[in-house]
Structure formats: C-alpha cells, structure tokens
C-alpha cells in the first residue's frame, strides 16, 4: 500500500473517531435537555459552549484556518447522528458552516484569514441573510440595496427567516448591488455584514417546530459596510456564489432529514415492542410491521444517497442531480418517517411526555428549505435531460 493510501486510512479513521465522539456526546448531553429546551423555545447557550468544544463551528473549515476539514461525506454523517436525537442544534452550526464555506470558497485572502480562524472557535457564529418577506424561491426578487457611499455601502430593506440571526454576529447578505441590471442575477451580491448601527434584529419568530433556534426577522436602515467586506471584492456575483454553496447546503438538509428519520425509527421500534394490544406487542401486527419496514427502507435509501453526493462533492465532481436526490430523498424520508411514527404511538403521539411529535414538527422544515422540494424535482428533471439528451 502507497502513502497516499495509508494517509487516507488514518484520515478516515480519524474522522470516524470523531463521528463517534459526536453520536455519544449527543446521547449523553443533547438526549436529556431536548424536550426542555424545545419545550420553553429557549436558546440552548450551554449546548453552543459544548459543540464549541467539540469543534463542531469548524467542522469543515479547512485546518489552515483552525477547522477540522472533515469531508462532506464525514460531516453528514455527524449532522444524522445529532439530528437523529435533536435537530434544532444542528441548525446552528449548519447556517454558520454555510457562511463560512462561502468564504473558504469566495472570499478575498483577506476575509479568509480575518473571519475563518474565528468561526472555527465558534466565537464568531455567522447566519445566511438570503429570504425577504416576498422573495424565497424566487431569490432574483430580492429588494434589499447596497447603495455605494465612498468606501462604504448603504445597505436598506428587510429580511426573514434568517437562521442565527439574534445570538449570531453576522450575516452573509445577499443584496442588489444594481437593482436595474438585466439580467437580474448579475446585478447581485454578497456582503460579509457585521453587527452594528441600522443592523436590526427585529424579533423571534414563533414556530411550529425548530425551536429554541433563533430565526428572526431583519431590518436595514442605513446600515454601513465597508466595500473590504463584499465577498470576492468584485460586484455582480452574489447570485453564483450563493448557488455555489448549494451542493453542500443540499447534503446537510437532506442529513437533517434522514436524522430525523432514523431518529423516528428507532424512537418506533422501542415503543411498537413496549406497546401491547389485542394481547400481543403491536409489532406483531402486520399493519405496524408495513409501517417500520417502509420506515427502514426510506432512512437506508436516504442515507445510500447522502452518500453517494457527498462523496462525489468530496472528489471535487459537480453533485447537482446527486445533491438534489439527496435532499429530496433525506426531507422527505424525516417528514414520512415521523408521521408514521406518530401513528404507531397512537394517541401517545400526542402527549409531549413522549417526543416522537417534537420530530414531526420539526420534519416539514428540511422539505422547504435549501429549495423547496418542488423546485429540486424541477433541478433533478433537467439535470436528468441534460446527461440524456437525445
Ligand atoms: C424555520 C425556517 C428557517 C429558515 N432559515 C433561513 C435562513 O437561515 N436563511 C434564509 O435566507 N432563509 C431561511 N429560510 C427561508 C427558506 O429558505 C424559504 O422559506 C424557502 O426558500 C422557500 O421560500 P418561500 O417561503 O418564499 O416560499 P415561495 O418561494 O413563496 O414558495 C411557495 C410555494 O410555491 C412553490 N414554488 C415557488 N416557485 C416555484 C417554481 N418555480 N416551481 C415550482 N414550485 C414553485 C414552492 O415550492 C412552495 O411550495 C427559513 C425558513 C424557515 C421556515
């Protein structure tokens, strides 16, 4: 065996070393406080501190800036295992990662050495200010402006929904550097925008499920960054850099979604074995057998997937189609399996001394963000007719 391939051995040793660690932290220090802080829709800040610890802010950020580097493959794997017991908390590193991957990927030499040792500490957390009250999808539409004013930028308008936003210290903004380019897209770019005056958090949103994170709306009136902090120091970008980041973005969410599947499987399969009726324990009955093999099906096939994108991503190939099916495949494996897990529990499922409807709650979320599923089976239909033309 070369070096090379002894390297890679130990590097991916090391990285299953560090999945563990993840999966056992989760279980001991995530499992008990869940329901609490979901519960009271509370800002877990002792679990932030930990995940700190853990190193999971540079989980992969490139070890030249103080990050871990995982690969994508390693780094899905670890957001399965913490979704599987809580999703919420992977959100918060999920959105930062995002932030700083766009950096590592666009950013200027400057802004990768003045930003990215400090998210990997985690003692910058950044959020994605992309969304406004009339633009999600369509991102194209956005109204936020960044008007030029010397060396700085003006930046006016609003966003929402944005991940991180109250406890976070910055945002990567997307904004329309020339709101009358045509097309659209080339008059779009992407601020690295700092806390500070005409910044405005405007509140908490109240959600159905995804508690205890901080998703807010935003306000700019005025607000000044300096024109150092566009990413890549060129105009016109902002649109590719963002779509850019999707591949990734995409193979987190559908982890998201199958963690909260195998979450909701193994949650099923405790208590159809614990649960007894017509004398015997449900998992006896054919109907409760249907529902967990189909679960099983999906969170295999969701994981299968996963896998194949991010170890494409990881060869340095372009996963549009992959990444796509992934996410897909991952979103709508959590919001079935949870729903059938929902049914198993029977009028338990109702009753929050039990959990299994905190993973319910929180199901539907991976299947709009990151591109609503609708949009990814349009993304996976003309990925398909492209490779086959005829
Ligand atoms: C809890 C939560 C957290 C979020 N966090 C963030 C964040 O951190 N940062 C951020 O920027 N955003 C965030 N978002 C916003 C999220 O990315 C958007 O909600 C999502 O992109 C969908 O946009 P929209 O809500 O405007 O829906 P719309 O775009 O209005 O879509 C409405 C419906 O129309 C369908 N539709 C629209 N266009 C098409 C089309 N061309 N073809 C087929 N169907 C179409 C959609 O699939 C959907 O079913 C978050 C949202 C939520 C709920």
């Given at each position: 065996?070369n070096d090379?391939?002894?390297?890679?051995?130990?590097?991916s040793e090391e990285?299953?070393?560090?999945?563990?660690a993840?999966?056992s932290?989760?279980e001991?220090?995530?499992?008990p406080?869940?329901?609490k802080?979901?519960?009271?829709?509370?800002?877990p800040h002792?679990?932030?501190?930990?995940?700190?610890?853990?190193?999971l802010?540079?989980?992969?950020?490139?070890?030249e800036?103080?990050g871990?580097?995982l690969?994508?493959w390693t780094y899905?794997?670890?957001?399965?295992?913490?979704a599987?017991?809580w999703?919420?908390?992977s959100?918060?590193?999920?959105?930062?990662l995002?932030m700083a991957?766009?950096?590592?990927?666009?950013?200027?030499?400057?802004q990768k050495?003045s930003?990215?040792?400090r998210?990997?500490?985690?003692?910058y957390?950044?959020?994605?200010?992309l969304?406004?009250?009339?633009a999600?999808?369509?991102?194209?539409a956005?109204?936020?402006?960044?008007?030029r004013?010397g060396?700085d930028?003006l930046?006016?308008?609003n966003?929402t929904?944005?991940?991180?936003?109250?406890?976070g210290?910055?945002t990567?903004l997307l904004?329309?550097?020339?709101?009358?380019?045509?097309p659209?897209h080339?008059?779009?770019?992407l601020?690295i925008?700092d806390?500070?005056?005409?910044f405005?958090?405007?509140?908490?949103?109240?959600?159905?499920?995804y508690?205890?994170?901080?998703t807010c709306?935003?306000?700019f009136?005025?607000?000044?960054?300096?024109?150092?902090?566009?990413?890549?120091?060129?105009?016109?970008?902002?649109?590719y850099?963002?779509?850019?980041?999707?591949e990734l973005?995409?193979?987190?969410v559908a982890?998201?979604g199958a963690?909260?599947?195998e979450?909701?499987?193994?949650h099923?399969?405790?208590?159809?074995q614990?649960r007894?009726a017509?004398?015997?324990?449900?998992w006896?009955h054919?109907?409760?057998?249907?529902?967990?093999?189909?679960m099983?099906?999906?969170v295999?096939?969701?994981?299968?997937?996963?896998?194949?994108?991010?170890?494409k991503?990881?060869?340095g190939?372009?996963?549009?189609l992959?990444?796509?099916m992934?996410k897909?495949?991952?979103?709508?494996?959590?919001?079935?399996?949870?729903?059938?897990?929902?049914r198993?529990?029977?009028?338990?499922?109702y009753s929050?001394?039990?959990?299994?409807?905190r993973?319910y709650?929180d199901?539907m979320?991976?299947c709009?963000?990151e591109?609503?599923?609708?949009?990814?089976?349009?993304v996976i239909?003309?990925?398909l007719?492209?490779?086959?033309?005829?």
């Amino acid at each position: 065996m070369n070096d090379i391939a002894h390297r890679n051995i130990a590097a991916s040793e090391e990285q299953q070393v560090f999945v563990d660690a993840v999966e056992s932290w989760a279980e001991k220090e995530l499992r008990p406080v869940a329901r609490k802080f979901d519960q009271a829709d509370e800002y877990p800040h002792e679990i932030v501190e930990q995940m700190k610890e853990l190193g999971l802010f540079g989980a992969t950020i490139g070890e030249e800036y103080g990050g871990l580097g995982l690969s994508a493959w390693t780094y899905a794997q670890i957001v399965v295992k913490v979704a599987s017991v809580w999703m919420a908390p992977s959100g918060i590193f999920n959105s930062h990662l995002i932030m700083a991957s766009a950096i590592e990927r666009a950013g200027t030499e400057e802004q990768k050495r003045s930003y990215l040792p400090r998210m990997a500490t985690g003692e910058y957390r950044g959020s994605v200010g992309l969304t406004e009250p009339n633009a999600g999808s369509d991102l194209q539409a956005i109204h936020t402006v960044a008007t030029r004013d010397g060396d700085d930028y003006l930046v006016n308008g609003n966003k929402t929904w944005i991940t991180n936003s109250l406890h976070g210290h910055g945002t990567l903004l997307l904004v329309k550097t020339d709101p009358a380019a045509e097309p659209r897209h080339t008059g779009m770019s992407l601020l690295i925008a700092d806390k500070g005056p005409g910044f405005h958090v405007v509140g908490k949103l109240k959600k159905m499920g995804y508690r205890s994170i901080d998703t807010c709306e935003l306000n700019f009136q005025d607000f000044r960054v300096p024109r150092s902090q566009l990413l890549g120091g060129v105009e016109g970008k902002g649109f590719y850099q963002t779509a850019g980041g999707l591949e990734l973005g995409r193979i987190n969410v559908a982890a998201r979604g199958a963690g909260i599947a195998e979450g909701s499987l193994k949650h099923a399969l405790r208590y159809a074995q614990e649960r007894s009726a017509f004398g015997k324990p449900i998992w006896q009955h054919q109907a409760v057998q249907l529902k967990l093999a189909d679960m099983a099906t999906q969170v295999e096939g969701a994981k299968r997937l996963i896998e194949q994108a991010a170890r494409k991503f990881d060869a340095g190939e372009r996963c549009d189609l992959e990444a796509a099916m992934a996410k897909l495949a991952g979103s709508e494996a959590g919001a079935f399996c949870s729903q059938e897990a929902m049914r198993i529990f029977g009028g338990y499922s109702y009753s929050v001394e039990y959990e299994i409807e905190r993973y319910y709650r929180d199901a539907m979320l991976m299947c709009i963000g990151e591109g609503t599923n609708e949009i990814l089976r349009t993304v996976i239909a003309k990925q398909l007719v492209e490779r086959y033309r005829i």
